[in-house]
């Protein structure tokens, strides 16, 4: 079975399922850190290399302040869970906003080994596309390969991507890195996840050709 | 009904469709001219004010001569099937490059009124998602929105992108202006289009919440 080296998830749904669970939104994020472990460790199990979540970005950080701190806080969390775990682990973000958590900045710096190391794990905290493109100018001469100038250019090609919660879209994912990729969509919201989810989604990609574009 | 003001379309699936009615893969593009006319007309009918179709890629142009050659002369023959229609009409593509037709020039230079002008229609010619962003250091600093900053800068935000023939990728298509777009999959092959596949991906858009990443 052809496994995807670099998968990105998009955990969607948390506040949908806070209200489907007569919870108020912000009270959704929270139960997506079970899941959020719980791929790290499909990905450990199956052999993923590399592995990006979607934590938040600045255009989430325009939601109401209870929202913003409650995922602002689940993100936190999720790093500090994960640096627990064997993992070559990076958080990818805007550092120079107020909306960037202080108590992440020591996993900012470079990409830094947990446990014994193993899986990369990228980590996208008020993450922004224009500011992911926005050094591309001075680093342009040195390099031919867009990615090698984005500010996220520690973060490889994206193979697969799932999305939770049924939305069919990046919502500004990576773009540079997700030109080829595809693209699984789960319905269920992320706080509902089930490996079956994760399983599926690979025998999809099994089926899938790789072209790069060609 | 809320109608997307730019689609995009990726109209795949034409070599796959003419292995399967026993042609040879090069015969499926000409299949494929009615089908865009037909989607042309129906933004026009609808009121879509943007059309963008993926035409071919430089990736694309590294597959065998007899099908390079196939898929060019397809995108000119629909290129001046809707210079026939009422259209503002702009070609965007890699021109320096010899796999750039030169019957499409004329096309390139700036957007083009035919008839009595009306929807914006973007032809992707020898495209390449690398060469779109290769004059970002240049213009930067002149501008705030990266987009404007594209070779493609008079492409704007996609909001409905239709993909034909089941991969569910965007397969290096417009990244910046992708961002946020909806991504509706037609398993269908391009060649099979039928004007339900069009109204199925608007009644879907048409329930999806429009938040631009927030």
């Not at 993450?127 to 520690?154: H, T």
């Not at 799932?162 to 319905?187: M, N």
């Amino acid at each position: 079975m052809r496994i995807p080296k670099h998968l990105g998830v998009i955990p969607d749904g948390n506040r949908r399922w806070a209200e489907n669970n007569n919870m108020s939104k912000q009270k959704g994020y929270d139960n997506g850190l079970d899941p959020g472990l719980a791929v790290f460790k499909l990905c450990e199990k199956v052999g993923i290399e590399e592995l990006t979540f979607y934590g938040f970005t600045s255009d989430n950080t325009k939601r109401p302040k209870i929202q913003r701190l409650a995922f602002t806080k689940a993100c936190i969390d999720a790093v500090e869970l994960l640096s627990k775990e064997n993992a070559d682990l990076l958080v990818i973000g805007n550092t120079d906003s107020p909306m960037f958590p202080k108590k992440l900045f020591p996993y900012t710096k470079e990409r830094k080994r947990f446990g014994k190391g193993g899986t990369k794990v990228n980590f996208l905290v008020n993450y922004d596309w224009k500011w992911d493109i926005s050094n591309i100018s001075i680093a342009q001469m040195r390099s031919r390969n867009p990615i090698e100038l984005l500010k996220s250019n520690d973060i490889s090609r994206v193979d697969l991507i799932i999305r939770w919660g049924g939305r069919r879209r990046l919502s500004g994912f990576l773009p540079l890195q997700a030109v080829y990729s595809d693209f699984y969509i789960v319905e269920d919201y992320w706080p509902d996840f089930h490996p079956n989810h994760f399983y599926s989604a690979l025998d999809w990609y099994n089926t899938q050709d790789i072209t790069l574009g060609g």
